[in-house]
C-alpha cells in the first residue's frame, strides 16, 4: 500500500459521504476506494496524471471522476460533513482561530487555461499562471476550517470577511450552525482598525498586534498570540502535499479541489 492510499479507519469515515457506488442509470463506478487512492497519489507526488499507476486503473478514469466531483461539489460537502463530525465529538476548538496567507507558485504547465468565467479563472493572473495566494482559517487544533485563494499580489485584509463567512458547522440537534470563533489571531497584516471593527461588530476577540504607527493595544493577549504557529504548522503540512506546494492545475477552482482534498485528509 502507498503511503498516500487510506488506511481502513480513514475509508469508513469517507464511504458514506461519496456518491453512491453504484448509480441508479448508467454504467457501474469503478471502486470508489481505488479512485480516491488514485487522487491522493496524484495530490501526494505532483506527477501527471498519464503517470498514474496502473494498480489505481485508468488514469482517465481518475482524473474524470475527480474533476467531475469537484464541478458536483462533492469536495466541499465532504469537508463540511468530517467537521461537523469533529465538532459532535468535541474536536473542534471555537475558543480561538488563526487566519494566514501563503504565496503558491504555478509551474508552467499550469498556464495556458482556455477561456471560461471569471469565477472559473479566479483572475487574469491566475489563469496566466503565475503565483496565487491560498487564504486560511483553522482552528485551535491546527485543523483548516475554511480555504479560499486570490491572485499573488492581493492583500490579507480584503479577504478576512470570507474567511468569517464561510465554514458554517452543524451542531447536533436544532439550531443555527456555528461559524463565529470566539476570538481570531492573525499577524500585522490583519492588524487594522478596519479589520478590529469588523470582528468586534461580530462580537468576536481580535488578536492582532498593533503597528509601530498605532497606539498599543493595552489588552492584546500575547500569550494567545504566540500559538499562531498552529497555522503555521498547517501550512506546513498541507505543503507536503506536492500538489499543494507547486500549481499545477490550470484552473483556480481544480486546485481548490485538491487543496480541499488535503484538508479533507487531516481532519480523519
Known sequence: MATSDLSD???????????PQ?????????D?????????????TGSPWRALPERYGSWKTVSSCFYRWQRAGVWDRVLA???RQADAEGRLDWSLHFVDSTVVRAHQHAAGAKRGTQQQRLSAAVA????????????????PMVLALSGGERHEQPML?????RGAVKRLGRGRPRIRPDRVA??????????????NERKIGAVTPTKANEVPDPSFDRVAYRERNVIERLIN????????????????????????????????
Open 32 to 44: 470508489h476506494r481505488t479512485v480516491l487512492n488514485g487522487i491522493l497519489w496524484i495530490l501526494r
Open 128 to 143: 496566466a499562471g503565475t503565483a496565487l495566494k491560498i487564504h486560511l482559517r483553522c482552528e485551535r487544533g491546527s485543523k
Open 9 to 19: 479507519a480513514e475509508w469508513e469515515c469517507l464511504h458514506p459521504l461519496l456518491p
Open 81 to 83: 460533513e468530517v467537521q
Open 237 to 268: 503540512r498541507l505543503n507536503q502535499w506536492r500538489r499543494i506546494a507547486t500549481r499545477y492545475e490550470k484552473r483556480a477552482a481544480n486546485y481548490l479541489a485538491m487543496l480541499t482534498l488535503a484538508a479533507i485528509v487531516l481532519w480523519l
Open 161 to 165: 470577511p470570507l474567511l468569517m463567512e
Open 22 to 30: 453504484k448509480p441508479r442509470t448508467g454504467r457501474p463506478a469503478k
Open 186 to 199: 492573525g499577524d500585522k497584516g490583519y492588524g487594522s482598525p478596519t479589520v478590529r471593527r469588523y470582528l
